[in-house]
């Protein structure tokens, strides 16, 4: 069982959902699996404080141009649809920067002059965090293939119970590499114009895939209804809300979670495990 924690816009507090679920699944003896997927941010660590124990590259195949087997003929500039590769009449030119390692200019050259070799775009690290196994991804300083490292860390996921994601912020293709097989997704707001605009594009990527999904509302007495009316009207579920609580930012700003520190998140975000359980067994999706 797979679920990820998503969000239109950053801030709204999916970490925070996030690490109190994975606690509240642990706590009810539940073998699960926390993944943070943000792999340009990751901050899952920060609260749950794992201990690692093995750390391994992520590398993605780039072409290797031999000048003196290349015809020039251009077909790898026309076949590459990232303009990462570039034939002129000196030495062909590969920004290793574009390349998307897809392997189309090595499949499609006529005079076999091109290879491959491995370049690391980041790293996946592996570890325990109270009960539970921890993974997260970091993506290498100037690289922007953060895709090839979430299907790393995704990969690295043993066979679970349950397996919690923590994703990227927005509606990018890193937040659609994290979401796309899983079996729910909860969707993080905020009650504010912002919130709701950004919920909209979020909820518009989950139909698109065809995933089923839920709502959580966060700080929920600021702002306005427009986010509950918009649920409303959609026949979308809010599966919970978290009040504006001081004290929540107080735990967050030192890296502690809320439900270890208080009695009353730790019953509420027990209840959103059971709640999310029991509706998935039951077949009765979400979205």
Known sequence: MKIAIASGKGGTGKT??????????????RQIELLDCDVEEPNCHIFVKPEFESSRPITIPVPLVDNEKCTHCGICTEVCQYSAILCLKGPVMVFEELCHGCGGCMQFCPAKAITEHQKEVGIVETGRAHTFRFLHGKLNIGQVLAPAVIKG?????DNSEIILIDAPPGTSCSVIETIRDTDLV???????PFGLNDLKLAVDMTRALRLPFAVVINRCDIGDN??????TAENIKIILEIPDDRRIARTYSRGEIASTCFSEYADMFSDLAERVINQMTSRELFG
Do not use: R
């Open 226 to 231: 427009a986010v509950k009316q918009y649920c």
């Open 153 to 157: 860390v995704k990969a690295a996921a």
């Open 16 to 29: 925070t959902v996030a690490t109190n679920l994975a606690m509240a699944f642990s706590k009810q003896g």
């Open 186 to 192: 909860v969707l993080v707001t905020e009650p504010t």
